[in-house]
């Protein structure tokens, strides 16, 4: 055990759960697999784990039928401050509970009753992710009237703060970050759902034009993210219309940037 805790220098996963006996069943085979546990029985105590926590946290198993604060509402509520991963447990196995998860921002999710080595397989597989340094992208990136800012996953267009949902996000910045490139749906949901994650193809096109309404009504002009049918998606930098046309040498630095 003392080279699995080393291997995964302690991470940390905190574990939302009301059920006691699995509570008490997951902390144990958990902390068998090395890793630092933290224990809430209902949302609220959960949410208060994770916002004390912060950045240390690298892993939340989370039920969504929570007494007082529901699961879903406590993944809202991580993810207005925080991208740690989150796995879901879940009794119920619907399509629809699925996606609402996902969409909200869950990184997977794992119906009830589960077998405990699939269900920790999951979870290194996430810490794993996490623990992997990414290649760092630049601090902000410059797409005509769009900004996006990597690091703090915070996006404007036209000077205007987007509201977006952490797909939608992660939609803008992947694409943003190598205009023209034609990305496949596929691709898009394994960068940004992940490979382990099952979902239909068309929950792209779903979060694309959410994404395409804010960009339009923050004054974006024109369909900066082109369908290439038969292929997927491709950015093409806007027009920042707020700002005069730039000559030279000038116009060659923006370009670049």
Do not use: C
């Amino acid at each position: 055990m003392a080279q699995l805790a080393e291997n995964r220098e302690e991470a940390t996963v905190l574990v939302v759960e009301d059920d006691p006996t699995l509570l008490s069943t997951l902390t144990y085979n958990l902390k068998r697999e090395g890793y630092r546990v933290l224990r809430a029985a209902d949302g609220e105590t959960g949410l208060t784990l994770a916002r004390q926590e912060g950045q240390s946290l690298d892993l939340i198993l989370l039920d969504l039928m929570l007494p007082g604060m529901n699961g879903y509402e406590v993944l809202r509520a991580v993810r207005q401050t925080s991208d740690v991963p989150v796995l879901i447990l879940s009794a119920r196995g619907e399509e629809q509970d699925k996606v609402d998860g996902l969409e909200l921002g869950a990184d997977d999710f794992v119906v009830k009753p589960f077998a405990l080595r699939e269900l920790l397989a999951r979870v290194r597989a996430a810490v794993r992710r996490r623990s992997i340094p990414a290649v760092r992208p630049p601090t902000v990136l410059y797409r005509g009237a769009i900004e996006v800012e990597p690091d703090r996953r915070v996006a404007r267009a036209n000077g205007i703060y987007l509201h977006l949902r952490p797909k939608e996000f992660g939609l803008l910045a992947t694409l943003a970050m190598e205009p023209g490139r034609v990305f496949s749906r596929q691709e898009l949901l394994d960068r940004i759902w992940g490979e382990e994650i099952v979902v239909d193809e068309r929950t792209v096109d779903v979060h694309v034009s959410w994404l395409r309404g804010k960009l339009a009504d923050a004054g974006v002009e024109g369909d900066v993210i082109k369908t290439i049918y038969g292929a997927g998606y491709r950015f093409i930098t806007p027009i920042d219309r707020f700002s005069p046309p730039e000559s030279g040498a000038n116009s060659l630095e923006r370009v670049a940037r």
